[in-house]
């Protein structure tokens, strides 16, 4: 891909920043908490799995960000 001179190709095209990083993790955290719940309430074990691992990987994200 060819960039402008000046252009700095590290940064993205529409700002991205740690915030919206920060925002996913919170979101998916919400999201897997309610979902696991959801499928352990409804005895889906597959369902509890999947978003006990959102809710593992949120929390991960959340310390790497600190």
């Known amino acids: ?3 402008r001179i000046g252009e ?3 940064l993205s095209a529409w700002g991205a920043t740690d915030d919206f990083i920060l925002l996913s ?3 998916g955290l919400v999201a897997g908490a309610v979902l696991t719940w959801l499928g352990w309430r409804g005895r889906q074990i597959w369902l509890t799995v999947w978003c ?3 809710v593992i990987a949120s929390i991960a994200c ?4 600190r």
């Open 52 to 54: 006990g691992g959102l």
């Open 62 to 65: 959340l310390i790497w960000l």
């Open 25 to 27: 993790a919170v979101i």
């Open 1 to 3: 891909m060819r960039y």
């Open 8 to 10: 700095d190709p590290t």
